[in-house]
Each structure stands twice: as structure tokens, then as C-alpha cells.
């Protein structure tokens, strides 16, 4: 079975309920009809029961940018797996860099978050990703990459699997304008399919759906997703306007 492309929209901290309703009203109205593909939008926490709304009966999935990993409790401030699964929340990011480089979570923490998410119904997508000091510092890039996936996994099972999607999001791509080339990009997903399939099995491997992030934009798309190993992309910048997002939906076109 080929693997559906697989084209995601982190919304960081941006938008109002206002802005991403209107946001969201046309990537909806973007990605309708578009064969093939599956969208996903992931606003903040607060716009998403707007966001939820103007989706309703679309085709276009309904993400978070992050979760808690327990399910409820005096925990200040954060967000549970059922209280999003309550807003018709279907995926969550898990592992970001940003997460991980301002707010502390460490691949054990991202493990505890994608196993909850797990628990809960929902499908996680685990980001890994090297840092430009480290990719710059010879082959260890690849084992630390190789050691996020493994640790983010942890603990889960081989049947949960087909629910798990990864994004390989290199950080100095992120944001900086600077994408990896389709054969980098390439390159990190084969050693990210190679890990799980070593953990999980072959057919595990095989169907597992690993995005690429990192200034993916229009103008770049087209050739990354030309790339056998690359099933999507996890997109930041060019997701907040539709004028970007739709070519990216319409990556054939
Ligand atoms: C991201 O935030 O996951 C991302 C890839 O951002 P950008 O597309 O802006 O590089």
C-alpha cells in the first residue's frame, strides 16, 4: 500500500479565535477536493473550538501543537490528552524543537506525551531533528537521530504504530528560510525508517509516514515530495497564509 502524502500546518503562536477562524476557513476551502492527501491544521490551544467549527464536514484534520501527558490534575496551565480528544482534536504534535529547546522536554518527556497521546485515541506526530552544531559535527547527527525516534517510541506497540507519523525536522531548517536539499532530507528519513524498522519490524517500517520540516514553502515542495522517503511535509511559516498552504496541499499540481 503506498503511503498517503501527508501535509501538516503548525500555526505556533500565532492567531486570534478570529484570525484562525478565518485562517481555517480557507485552508478548507483550499483543500477541497484535492485527491489524495491528507491535511491537517494544528492552531494554538485557544483557537482550537473555533477552528473545530469552520472545519466540521471538511476534509481537513484537526491538530494540536502539544499535550500533557496526564489526564487530569493539579497541573497549572496545561493541556490533557481527553481535553482535546472533547474538541474533536484528532492529532498532536509531540517533540518539537521548540518545545524542546525552550520549555524543557526532553525525549523522555516527548515519549511520556506520545504514549499518552496514544492512550488516548489520539495520533502523535513525533518530531526529531538535529541541531546545526551537531550536523555540522561529522555522523553523530544520525545516532542522535536515531536515538530521539527510539526513545520517542518507547513502550509503544507494533499495532499502535500505524497511528504514529514522525516529522524529521532538522533545526537549522526550521524557520531560517535554509532547506535541507531533497537528498538530505532523504538521507534522515531512510536512517529514521531504518530505526523503526529494526524496533517494530519491516511492514512497521514500510508504512510508517515520515513528513520533512523546514522552510518547506511552494517554491521547494515540489521536488522534496518527489523523494520516495518523504510523505509530507510539517510546515510552519508557509501554513499561516493560504496562499502558501494550498500549493502546498496542491503539491501535484
Ligand atoms: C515547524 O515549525 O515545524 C517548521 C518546519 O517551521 P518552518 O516551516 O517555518 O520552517
Known amino acids: 500500500m503506498p503511503r498517503t502524502p501527508f501535509i501538516a500546518g503548525n500555526w505556533k503562536m500565532h492567531t486570534t479565535a478570529d484570525e484562525a477562524r478565518k485562517l481555517a476557513a480557507e485552508v478548507r476551502d483550499a483543500a477541497a477536493g484535492a485527491e489524495g492527501v491528507d491535511v491537517l ?7 482550537l473550538p473555533a477552528v473545530a467549527g469552520v472545519l466540521a464536514g471538511s476534509s481537513v484534520m484537526l491538530g494540536a501543537q502539544n499535550v500533557f501527558y496526564e489526564e487530569s490534575g493539579a497541573f497549572t496551565g496545561e493541556i490533557s490528552p481527553p481535553m482535546l480528544t472533547s474538541l474533536g ?21 516527548v515519549n511520556k506525551k506520545v504514549r499518552a497521546a496514544l492512550a488516548h485515541g489520539l495520533n502523535p506526530i513525533l518530531c526529531v531533528g538535529e541541531k546545526l552544531k551537531e550536523r555540522e559535527a561529522g555522523e553523530g547527527w544520525k545516532d542522535l537521530v536515531r536515538g530521539q525516534v527510539t526513545a520517542g517510541l518507547d513502550g509503544v506497540s507494533a499495532d499502535e504504530m500505524p497511528r504514529v507519523t514522525v516529522a524529521y525536522e532538522p533545526v537549522w531548517a526550521i524557520g531560517t528560510g535554509k532547506t535541507a536539499t531533497p537528498q538530505t532530507a532523504a538521507e534522515a528519513h531512510a536512517i529514521i525508517r531504518n530505526a523503526v524498522g529494526e524496533k517494530f519490524g519491516a511492514d512497521v517500517a514500510a508504512n510508517l509516514r515520515i513528513l520533512y ?3 518547506v514553502k511552494p517554491e521547494n515542495v515540489k521536488e522534496l515530495m518527489a523523494e520516495a522517503e518523504i510523505d509530507g511535509a510539517l510546515v510552519g511559516g508557509a501554513s499561516l497564509k493560504a496562499e502558501a498552504f494550498g500549493p502546498l496541499i496542491r503539491f501535484r499540481e
Open 41 to 47: 491544521v494544528c492552531p494554538p490551544f485557544t483557537a
Open 89 to 109: 482534536v484528532t492529532y498532536v504534535i509531540a517533540g518539537h524543537s521548540e518545545r524542546r529547546q525552550y520549555f524543557g522536554d526532553t525525549d523522555e518527556i
Open 213 to 215: 520540516g523546514g522552510s
